[in-house]
């Protein structure tokens, strides 16, 4: 027992190594689980603190630019204003009866809430954005987000009371339901983590004609983003005999070194959407409660 | 009391560096990704004692990790350098300790050729061990080489340039005052 203890001693500086190096794969390995934590809930609050005083300064030197941006924005706004249009037929007046029927109902899907980039990163392989507004705010997981513009970002992946962490589309874990804004035929977008100027577009069928230059936007499949939003641009198709299906190079519409103000959009049915489909895979794929 | 002093302010320092300059900036290309944080270990006095220097590496990791959102991996590279270094300093050191009494490692204390190999083969070693961890869970073995190659280049490029920009005032340590 001695010369155990005393075997331990002589070496407590390799056992120090040892457990620590441990310890910190283990943090490494677990993120997932760990990342529901209170530990790291903890610090992201901290790291958001320092995050948010740093942007502060930073942000006045890219302030022409943002205005530039935002009287697009304004812009495309502007033109759908309803003054915008006039009516041909000046004798034919559609009323709208103030009791609302159930025909005419209008359910309201998606809602939009300002945010603002704190964090970011595009170096690595799986880059997250930290954004200042958190479940206070009323934001969740599975929220989408869009640039200030209206082009896709990247989708909440967690979120503590003031800050909440971004998975962005140059992660390589991310699969996005997009489609071709020509045909409206969908695919997936995925990241290999090579080059941030380079999105993956899959699982288009090769019978849909694509040119370069063809707008990619988000699709009405998705159940994170709104329909119809810029994802990017194709920028190469890659031929591949062996399937009948495109590999696309897309380039991304949303410039990811230059994220400022952001759209932290909520599907308002999410909820609903994938509590059916995940019950309809229950019950459809069950083989005890449904024996075929 | 002022070697801790300096040394915590040279950590906040590096770790601003390393956030929101070297993290932020575009990439020169996709392989190459420098750090220059880990230099805080480097410089650390000779004096330390090795479980210590491990714990400051271990947190000095998780803190870059913290911000970088990837928990864990830059620990556990710093804790692999803070595990080399003594035997590298018990290597390169001069034997007869009369002469010998600098503070801490510098071009001047250890002489420039041993200095040189002192900071290649603890970034080389970090690097590895980093760019060997996300290979792990991601990418192809020709990657892996190359990047662990280019990146220790760039960190050993900006580390020597910090060397020659900033020269540090070196002191003999003397029984007079801390």
């Given at each position: ?17 040892l457990?620590?190096?441990?310890l910190s ?12 934590a ?6 992201n609050?901290?790291t958001g ?14 302030l ?18 309803a003054?915008?249009?006039v009516?041909p037929?000046?004798?034919k007046?559609?009323v709208?009866d ?17 945010a ?7 170096s ?14 009323g934001?969740?997981?599975?929220m ?10 990247g989708?909440i ?16 874990r991310?699969k996005?339901?997009?489609?071709l804004?020509k045909?409206?035929?969908?695919g997936?977008l ?23 230059g ?19 641009v ?7 005999n ?11 519409s ?5 994220l400022?103000?952001v ?14 489909d ?15 | ?5 300096r ?6 320092l ?5 956030i ?5 900036i575009?990439?020169l ?7 220059l944080y880990f230099?805080?270990?480097?410089w ?5 004692r ?21 928990p ?17 300093i018990?290597v390169?050191?001069p ?12 071009a ?13 083969v603890l ?22 080489l190359?990047?662990?190659f280019?990146?220790?280049?760039i ?11 900033f020269?540090?005032?070196l ?8």
């Open positions: 027992m001695r010369n155990v203890i005393l075997f331990i001693r002589r070496y407590l500086t390799f056992f120090t190594f457990l620590l190096q441990i794969l283990w943090f490494l390995y677990s993120y997932n689980k760990f990342q529901q209170q530990f790291l809930q903890w610090a609050e901290l603190q320092v995050n948010t005083r740093y942007k502060r300064v930073e942000n006045f030197f890219v022409g630019e943002e205005n530039k941006r935002l009287h697009r924005v304004n812009d495309s706004l502007l033109n759908l204003l003054q915008q249009y009516h037929d000046t004798t007046r559609m709208v103030t009791i609302r029927q159930d025909s005419t109902r209008q359910t309201r899907r998606y809602y939009f809430r300002p603002s980039v704190i964090y970011n990163s595009t690595g392989e799986k880059n997250y954005i930290q954004l200042d507004r958190g479940s206070l705010a934001i969740t997981e599975n989408s987000v869009l640039n200030a513009d209206g082009s896709t970002v989708i992946v967690s979120v503590s009371p003031h800050f909440s962490q971004v998975m962005s589309l140059l992660h390589v991310q996005v339901n997009v489609a804004q045909t409206g035929d969908f997936t995925e990241w290999d983590g090579a080059d941030p100027s380079e999105l993956l577009l899959k699982g288009l069928p090769k019978s849909v004609p694509v040119k370069v063809d707008v990619v936007v988000s699709s009405r499949y998705s159940f994170n983003f709104p329909p119809g939003y810029p994802v990017g194709v920028s190469g198709i890659v031929s591949d062996s399937t009948n299906f495109y590999l696309l190079k897309v380039r991304p949303a410039r990811f070194n230059n400022q103000h759209f932290v959009v909520e599907n308002l049915q999410y909820t609903e959407q994938s509590k059916l995940e019950d309809t895979r229950k019950r459809i794929e069950d083989p005890k409660r449904n024996p075929r | 009391m002022r070697e801790v002093i040394n915590i302010v040279r950590f906040l590096f770790l601003f560096i390393e929101y300059v070297l993290d932020s575009p990439h290309h996709r392989f190459i990704s420098p750090s230099i805080f270990l480097l650390l006095p000779f004096s330390i090795p479980r210590l220097l491990l714990w400051i590496a271990f947190f000095t990791g998780l803190i870059v990790d913290y911000f970088m959102q990837s864990g991996l830059h620990a556990s590279a710093c804790l692999v350098l803070a595990f080399i270094r003594p035997f590298l018990g390169l050191t034997r007869d300790s009369t002469e010998f009494n600098y503070r801490e490692p510098s001047q204390s250890l002489l420039w050729a041993p200095y040189v190999i002192y900071i290649t970034t080389f070693s970090y690097h590895t061990w980093l760019v060997f961890l996300e290979w792990l869970s991601f990418g192809s073995f020709g990657d892996f190359i990047k662990t280019a990146s220790t280049a960190s050993l490029l900006l580390i020597i340039t910090i060397e020659l920009l020269p540090r005032q002191r003999y340590r003397t029984n007079v005052g801390g």
